[in-house]
């Protein structure tokens, strides 16, 4: 499973219209995500590695609609990478 996003990120009630659309969106991904989790047999153990603070982009921003618009990409994979890489090495 490979879970990337924004799921440690508080929602918050929608203010706008459009806004109404991505809060549904990210309560079915954050049910998804711990649906998935509780079906890992438990003698699996699970690591849920940070994506690093601005990594991803924000639930409640236009931004994420443009699923084509690649600027900051680089910089969010290697912001993920780097919180990844401190997380592991005192995880494992």
Do not use: C, N
């Amino acid at each position: 499973m490979l879970q990337v996003g924004r799921i440690d990120t508080p929602l918050r009630p929608p203010r706008r219209p459009w806004e109404v659309a991505m809060v549904a969106f990210e309560i079915t991904r954050r049910h998804r995500f711990a649906r998935d989790l509780a079906e890992v047999p438990r003698d699996v153990e699970v690591h849920v590695l940070p994506a690093g603070a601005g990594a991803a982009p924000r639930w409640d921003s236009r931004d994420t609609l443009r699923y084509r618009g690649t600027a900051g990409v680089e910089r969010r994979i290697e912001t993920a990478r780097q919180a990844s890489a401190e997380y592991l090495k005192t995880a494992v």
